[in-house]
């Protein structure tokens, strides 16, 4: 597995009345690593520097959130797809981790992700592009967004195709929090 990250490079706000963007953290497993171009404003890292920054794995995101009872997965004839989000308290606000994966077992192949991430029903992502994907050939891919927010609720809804973009599969989750 293979981990990307995207920092936000503007300070945090002091006064939080909106939902702020962190970082969004990529995964991808792939027999060819020469194959994976994350989009360019993403830089490689391991677990370890991941975990130094104070962010978990995508993997280890979803299963919080499935251990709190909002991660949703469906796999059909080998093929996997899952969304949810993550909440933890941090200080005054919420660390809101808002995430889908697609993947394919055992045999690797084209995939593709994206997601759209409501606030309140306010849109905060539609990433990649509306109708675009992250794209790999491979095994897996997933990310998430990182945002500290308000109190609120959420809806995180995910983007999936096997090798056909025209065709994609959704999958959706929604929160309330505290």
């Known amino acids: 597995m293979r981990y990307y990250i995207s920092i936000n490079p503007q300070p945090e706000p002091v006064n939080l009345t909106a939902p702020y963007w962190k970082a969004t953290v990529l995964a991808v497993s792939a027999p060819d690593t020469t194959a994976i171009e994350p989009p360019p404003e993403f830089t490689e890292v391991t677990v370890t520097q991941l975990h130094s920054m104070g962010y978990p794995t995508p993997e280890e995101s979803y299963n919080e959130a499935a251990a709190q009872g909002y991660g949703v997965e469906y796999e059909t004839d080998g093929l996997d797809k899952k969304s949810w989000i993550n909440v933890a308290k941090l200080g005054d606000w919420y660390q809101v981790q808002y995430g889908s994966a697609t993947g394919r077992n055992p045999w690797p192949g084209q995939l593709g992700l994206g997601c759209r991430s409501y606030y309140n029903g306010i849109l905060l992502e539609d990433g990649p592009a509306p109708g675009q994907f992250y794209e790999t050939n491979g095994w897996?891919?997933?990310?998430?967004?990182?945002?500290?927010a308000p109190a609120g609720d959420g809806v995180e809804v995910g983007r999936h195709h096997w090798g056909n973009r025209n065709q994609p599969q959704y999958t959706e989750v929604r929160r309330r929090w505290p």
């Open 140 to 148: 897996y891919t997933s990310h998430y967004h990182n945002y500290l």
